[in-house]
């Protein structure tokens, strides 16, 4: 049973982008066959506003995401729309497809409202799986994100708490929710991905740390192929003990991208996890008893997806770890798509290739690839990390409330000017 007192929320719908098609509604389905709903204070995701998008991203880049839902009777030729798709980033990974402002405003939605729960008291932890698309920037999409849920959700909570820790295990690095906050001292934002040449998104360098009064308030963890579900572990302890050290005794909340990808097989992975890699992760961190928003992220093998989500809605609700050979309800909606791991719960889908994405290549299944991550690369990487944690520790950011949090630095442009490629940078700061 919970730990009396302990109130888990469960933000949910079925929006998800044509990559991964099914997955919300296979993560709610397995909760719910699993017989999680009851123990859960379950919402359906509403939807945010074209104004509370604005509170991070670019009027131009909102006003384009909505106008892409209506009726293009009116609009302005297709070498104008062009334009603006190019510009804004809605083009190859980041299509616009039908439907597109519905599920931008519907994902971020789920997140603030999971994040306005925390802030109110009125949860202790809250869940949105179909969150977490932490690669879209103030003005441009990118990486199948159309919103940056995690920064406006991030956002929402530092207008209550004093500070705010995003901790980031998806397989690709969190670029957009670190450019939104590389100049704050009020965010720590601690991402442990895989780095290569040729790795979306290409950034999350052990240098990449911050700038300004957010120098060394931006961690990266740079990960090699292979890394096994030991290694990671033994990483995420580290980096989540320098998180809970910065934090100290003050006012604070956590929010936690759980990406999936970087489990066995994936498509667009690297990596050996399991889904119990990413439940046990969920469980350090839930272990601070600290308000914590637990978002999704990645994750193209959509039966290992819904499983591993499904076993940190578990660790949330602190029920008994389910055995190896727990399986999957033969009532679940989507009983048949788990025979691709034998339909227990902990197996991991063997048929990587299993959505046919284009861009999968056939060196990308990470089952094949060995640990490359050795003790003196990992133990380099995290000495360097305990010496900035360090530094942070002597020096702690300045308090915050939400009647003195504001945006200072969101360059917004007069009507007609030159546009950039480069992102918006939010700066909370204290007025």
């Not at 509370?52 to 909102?62: C, G, I």
Request: with cysteine; glycine share 10%; net charge negative.
């Amino acid at each position: 049973m919970a730990e009396p007192g302990r109130r888990v929320a469960l933000i949910h719908s079925e929006e998800d982008t044509p990559e991964t098609p099914e997955r919300a509604r296979m993560v709610t389905a397995l909760i719910t066959s699993l017989g999680l709903m009851p123990r859960l204070a379950c919402e359906a995701a509403p939807r945010a506003s074209a104004a509370e998008l604005t509170r991070y991203h670019s009027r131009e880049y909102v006003a384009l995401l909505e106008e892409l839902d209506r009726d293009d009777d009116d609009s302005a030729s297709g070498e104008v729309d062009e334009r603006a798709l190019e510009r804004h980033g809605l083009e190859f990974d980041a299509a616009a497809f039908p439907g597109v402002w519905a599920h931008a405003t519907t994902i971020v939605g789920g997140s603030l409202r999971a994040a306005e729960l925390l802030a109110k008291g009125e949860s202790d932890v809250a869940i949105h799986w179909q969150g977490g698309r932490h690669h879209a920037t103030a003005e441009r999409a990118a990486g199948f994100c159309f919103a940056n849920d995690v920064v406006l959700a991030a956002l929402r909570l530092l207008a209550t708490f004093r500070v705010v820790v995003i901790i980031d295990i998806d397989i690709h690095h969190g670029d957009g929710a670190e450019d939104a906050f590389r100049h704050s001292p009020n965010v720590l934002t601690a991402s442990l991905h895989l780095r290569e040449p040729g790795f979306f998104p290409g950034s999350g360098a052990l240098s990449e740390c911050g700038h300004g009064r957010g120098k060394h308030s931006t961690v990266n963890v740079p990960l090699r192929r292979g890394l096994s579900p030991a290694t990671f572990a033994r990483a995420f302890a580290h980096v989540a003990g320098m998180c809970r050290g910065w934090i100290g005794d003050r006012s604070s909340a956590v929010v936690m991208v759980c990406g999936a990808d970087g489990i066995r097989g994936d498509p667009r992975g690297g990596w050996r996890l399991e889904p119990a890699s990413l439940a046990d992760a969920v469980g350090v961190v839930l272990d601070w008893r600290l308000p914590t928003l637990l978002l999704g992220g990645g994750g193209y093998v959509q039966t290992n997806a819904a499983r591993a989500w499904a076993l940190c809605t578990m660790r949330a609700l602190q029920l008994p770890p389910a055995d190896g050979a727990a399986q999957i309800p033969p009532d679940d909606e989507f009983y048949e798509r788990y025979r691709d791991g034998s339909f227990l719960l902990h197996a991991v889908a063997e048929r990587a290739g299993a959505l046919g994405l284009a861009c999968a290549r056939a060196d990308d299944n990470s089952g094949s690839h060995a640990e490359q991550n050795d003790d003196a690369y990992l133990e380099g990487v995290l000495s360097t990390l305990r010496a900035r944690f360090a530094s942070l520790s002597a020096s702690p950011p300045p308090a915050a409330c939400a009647s003195r949090v504001t945006l200072a630095g969101v360059k917004r442009r007069p009507e007609g000017e030159g546009h950039s490629d480069k992102a918006h940078v939010v700066r909370p700061t204290l007025t």
